[in-house]
């Protein structure tokens, strides 16, 4: 039985795990990008002032975030991710320079929170029951109206692992969308969260294997394919307009929008999806880590909120950082490598440095714009939509891409209403 063409338009995370999924699967793919590259937010990229490969924003994954892990293991790149085999994070506090490492017990039970040597210093083992009043907040909540946010385990724990989830705020950060990142990670025990990072750079890990794993199953790639119009009809599309070309769309064709919302708006009249954005900032520094270096450290009280470890140069990541878009690059260059040497005990100069800012780098995470987020089905009945900011019940993550892709290739299935004869051999699909 003949089957129609996929036509994924984007290859970012969303759009590689849709494609890779539904080659997998026995459909005919073709996957356009608008850039040279695939990759979108999540790639990396050789910088000419450092002479090195650097990413274009700092990523961590959690051994619990199942769909990246499958994503990851579909492509034959699960090897490429490296951490440590127990959950530990390395903290320091700049103002005071104490030292601890957050330890959580493998099970779902929480036994470290009744060891002083695990839980963050200072704290009580009954500050950490507080989270669980996440779990159950009203739908339109915030984290403020569900938790404390001021005292010491706030300031040393829940303020940094929230806002680097959710990258804004967190008092005015939706309550749902932070206890969706608790229940798959924290909740689960440390088994669940050990940190991960793909040592070789984002693209060796979530990119380039990707494409290699596209290319041995046939699916077709387009690099330099900007959509500039989708030709509709009352209940379906009927043709893709591309800066150079133009594609007619057969009866059993689907297209999968990967693109970020706003674009997505722009293609699909009346879409509504998430209008508000932050930051993130991103300092890279090319100096060979010091031994005593964690491969990430987070940091209480400084510019810089967590230091990646690299082989030849250090990273820093600055989430929710709208304030910061302003600042002149030499001084936010100067003020992040003041806290990489108070945090690690340097004392050179400063070395050649990367100032990466990305304005729009997420949705905000606003109760607000949760309420904005589209699903994956649309109007029209062989379009669907893929990207973080659809509604996935995740934050604006690596996980929320990758599940969006899966959720869409989910559904061209359902749509086609037939069964392609590979998906039963597929270990992509996850349940959302």
Request: aromatic share 6%; net charge positive.
């Amino acid at each position: 039985m003949a089957r129609g063409t996929v036509h994924i338009i984007g290859a970012g995370l969303a759009g590689l795990s849709a494609a890779t999924l539904l080659a997998e699967r026995g459909w005919p793919v073709c996957l356009h990008e608008a850039a040279p590259q695939a990759g979108g937010r999540c790639r990396s990229y050789v910088d000419p002032t450092l002479d090195t490969t650097i990413d274009n924003g700092n990523h961590l994954i959690l051994s619990g975030n199942q769909a990246a892990l499958a994503y990851l293991q579909r492509i034959g790149a699960r090897d490429r991710l490296s951490g440590p085999d127990r959950s530990i994070f390395d903290f320091v506090d700049l103002e005071n320079g104490e030292r601890w490492q957050l330890e959580p017990s493998p099970g779902r039970l929480p036994f470290w929170i009744f060891d002083k040597a695990r839980r963050v210093p200072g704290t009580r083992w009954t500050d950490y029951l507080g989270l669980l009043r996440l779990q159950f907040a009203r739908d339109g909540a915030t984290i403020g109206d569900a938790l404390s946010c001021r005292g010491l385990i706030y300031d040393r724990l829940w303020r940094p692992l929230l806002l680097a989830a959710l990258n804004i705020e967190p008092p005015s950060a939706s309550a749902r969308l932070a206890g969706a990142v608790i229940r798959q990670t924290l909740a689960r025990g440390g088994d669940a969260c050990r940190p991960l990072t793909a040592r070789g750079g984002l693209s060796s890990a979530f990119v380039d294997p990707a494409l290699a794993f596209l290319k041995g199953l046939g699916a077709r790639v387009r690099f330099g394919t900007r959509l500039r119009s989708i030709t509709l009809g009352p209940d379906r599309a009927e043709g893709l307009i591309f800066a150079d070309d133009r594609l007619s769309l057969e009866a059993d064709d689907h297209v999968i929008l990967a693109v970020p919302g706003l674009a997505a708006s722009q293609l699909l009249p009346r879409l509504t999806v998430p209008v508000e954005h932050c930051a993130i900032v991103n300092g890279h520094f090319r100096i060979a880590p010091p031994a005593s270096l964690p491969p990430i450290l987070g940091v209480i009280g400084g510019q810089a909120e967590w230091i990646f470890a690299f082989s030849d140069h250090i990273s820093t990541t600055t989430s929710g950082a709208d304030r910061l878009l302003d600042v002149p690059r030499e001084e936010l260059a100067s003020t992040l490598w003041r806290d990489i040497q108070a945090a690690t005990g340097l004392d050179a100069a400063m070395p050649s440095w990367q100032i990466v800012k990305e304005r729009r780098a997420t949705f905000a995470a606003l109760p607000a714009e949760e309420k904005r987020r589209p699903p994956a089905k649309t109007k029209w009945s062989n379009i669907l939509l893929a990207g973080d900011y659809t509604a996935t019940g995740l934050p604006a993550t690596i996980e929320g891409a990758i599940r969006s892709g899966v959720v869409a290739a989910d559904m061209v299935r359902q749509l086609s209403g037939r069964q392609p004869a590979a998906a039963a051999h597929s270990q992509g699909a996850i349940s959302t």
